[in-house]
């Protein structure tokens, strides 16, 4: 029979920095979202509410499942974070989107570890794979799997590595021995709350979309009233602040994956060199990265806003 032990030790030898194990459950932590949607806490991300159902289990995408296999990679790198830097002028991209994407990166790597478990079992099963946009609420599974707890920026925090990781997984039928629970290592602490400019986190482990300054920049379609343009400021793309004052991230795990290191196109870029950018140039620096989410029109739309806080900061 095919081991959670065995599984674990594939994850790592395919570049995967962390692998747990958790039962497919209706674990209580599920139930929140549904109230989350009800506060109008996902803006206009209306996809999340179509698929409301199937993210309360994941038995509702597999029935016959029974572990969810979760796995953690390290996409930090050696820049230091935006808080550090005193350059007004700098535009500040999250460093999540800095490299390669990773959707395509992390499916390639997963596949082929559902690949070889196919190849290792000697029962068949059934199984999916995810990474990111599927119907599932990857960070409560992560945390049944050891891999991290939720912290009150709601970002799944690994005590050794940080919070600088996605989350990706293999729901399957295989019953797999599964880890214990991460728990909550976040105390007393609310320096996330604090720090969050917009005050988009309403209360721990509560994030109001609307606010996030991840969710203008990237989800949010159509143009910025004149509050959002104030609130993203230099960010033109994600926002780091409530990990970057985490002191889980105060060293955090560094990757070397080429995936990862930052492209020229936004490594210590301002704001004024890349609104300088032709549609052109930046639809070349998007491909194939993360950043193609928003199109050279989002980008162009938060660049804009990005130039008018440069120039208040400068009168
Ligand atoms: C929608 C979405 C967003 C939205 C909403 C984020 C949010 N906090 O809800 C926006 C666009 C704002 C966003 C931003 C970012 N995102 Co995002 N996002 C997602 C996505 C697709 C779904 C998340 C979701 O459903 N949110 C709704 C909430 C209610 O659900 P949840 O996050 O699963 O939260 C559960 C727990 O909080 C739980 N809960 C457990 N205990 C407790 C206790 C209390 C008291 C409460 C209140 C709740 C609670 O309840 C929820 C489930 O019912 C996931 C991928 C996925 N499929 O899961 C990625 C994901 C969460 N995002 C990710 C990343 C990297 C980011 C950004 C860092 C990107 C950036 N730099 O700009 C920021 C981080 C901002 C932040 N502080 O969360 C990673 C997070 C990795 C990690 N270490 O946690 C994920 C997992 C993608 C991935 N595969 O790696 N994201
Ligand atoms: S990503 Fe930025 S705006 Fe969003 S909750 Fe964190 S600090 Fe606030």
């Given at each position: 029979?095919?081991?959670?032990?065995?599984?674990?030790?594939?994850?790592?030898?395919?570049?995967?920095?962390?692998?747990?194990?958790?039962?497919?459950?209706?674990?209580?932590?599920?139930?929140?979202?549904?109230?989350?949607?009800?506060?109008?806490?996902?803006?206009?991300?209306?996809?999340?509410?179509?698929?409301?159902?199937?993210?309360?289990?994941?038995?509702?995408?597999?029935?016959?499942?029974?572990?969810?296999?979760?796995?953690a990679?390290v996409y930090n790198?050696?820049?230091p974070y935006s808080i550090e830097?005193?350059?007004?002028?700098?535009?500040?991209?999250a460093r999540y989107?800095?490299?390669?994407?990773?959707?395509?990166?992390?499916?390639?790597?997963?596949?082929?570890?559902?690949?070889?478990?196919?190849?290792?079992?000697?029962?068949?099963?059934?199984?999916?794979?995810?990474?990111?946009?599927?119907?599932?609420?990857?960070r409560?599974?992560?945390?049944?799997?050891?891999i991290g707890w939720i912290g009150k920026n709601t970002c799944v925090i690994n005590a050794d590595l940080g919070s600088w990781i996605?989350?990706?997984?293999?729901?399957?039928?295989?019953?797999?021995?599964?880890?214990?629970?991460a728990?909550d290592r976040c105390g007393t602490c609310t320096l996330c709350l604090e720090a969050c400019p917009?005050?988009a986190l309403?209360?721990p482990g509560?994030l109001?979309?609307?606010?996030c300054?991840s969710?203008?920049?990237?989800?949010?379609?159509?143009?910025?009233?004149?509050?959002?343009?104030?609130?993203?400021?230099?960010?033109?793309?994600g926002c780091d602040i409530c990990q970057e004052v985490c002191p889980w991230n105060a060293s955090p795990a560094v990757?070397?994956?080429?995936?990862?290191?930052?492209?020229?196109?936004?490594?210590?870029?301002?704001?004024?060199?890349?609104?300088?950018?032709?549609?052109?140039?930046?639809?070349?620096?998007?491909?194939?990265?993360?950043?193609?989410?928003?199109?050279?029109?989002?980008?162009?739309?938060?660049?804009?806003?990005?130039?008018?806080?440069?120039?208040?900061?400068?009168?």
């Amino acid at each position: 029979m095919l081991t959670a032990s065995a599984i674990k030790n594939k994850a790592l030898e395919v570049g995967f920095d962390l692998c747990g194990v958790a039962p497919a459950a209706a674990h209580p932590e599920l139930a929140f979202f549904r109230d989350w949607l009800a506060r109008g806490y996902a803006g206009e991300m209306s996809y999340l509410a179509r698929s409301a159902d199937t993210r309360a289990d994941v038995r509702a995408a597999l029935p016959s499942a029974r572990s969810v296999i979760v796995t953690a990679t390290v996409y930090n790198t050696d820049r230091p974070y935006s808080i550090e830097c005193a350059d007004p002028d700098r535009a500040h991209v999250a460093r999540y989107a800095w490299g390669d994407d990773y959707h395509d990166v992390i499916a390639r790597r997963l596949n082929g570890l559902l690949d070889w478990m196919r190849g290792a079992s000697p029962e068949p099963f059934e199984a999916r794979a995810y990474v990111d946009t599927g119907p599932i609420q990857e960070r409560v599974y992560a945390q049944y799997a050891g891999i991290g707890w939720i912290g009150k920026n709601t970002c799944v925090i690994n005590a050794d590595l940080g919070s600088w990781i996605f989350l990706s997984e293999i729901v399957c039928s295989l019953p797999l021995d599964a880890d214990e629970a991460a728990f909550d290592r976040c105390g007393t602490c609310t320096l996330c709350l604090e720090a969050c400019p917009t005050r988009a986190l309403v209360a721990p482990g509560m994030l109001d979309s609307t606010r996030c300054i991840s969710y203008l920049t990237i989800e949010l379609k159509g143009d910025f009233s004149a509050d959002s343009a104030a609130a993203v400021g230099n960010h033109v793309y994600g926002c780091d602040i409530c990990q970057e004052v985490c002191p889980w991230n105060a060293s955090p795990a560094v990757s070397t994956d080429p995936a990862w290191q930052p492209r020229p196109a936004w490594d210590g870029a301002s704001v004024q060199t890349l609104a300088r950018r032709s549609d052109g140039e930046l639809r070349e620096a998007l491909k194939g990265s993360a950043m193609r989410r928003t199109k050279v029109a989002g980008l162009r739309r938060n660049l804009a806003a990005a130039v008018q806080t440069v120039r208040d900061v400068r009168q």
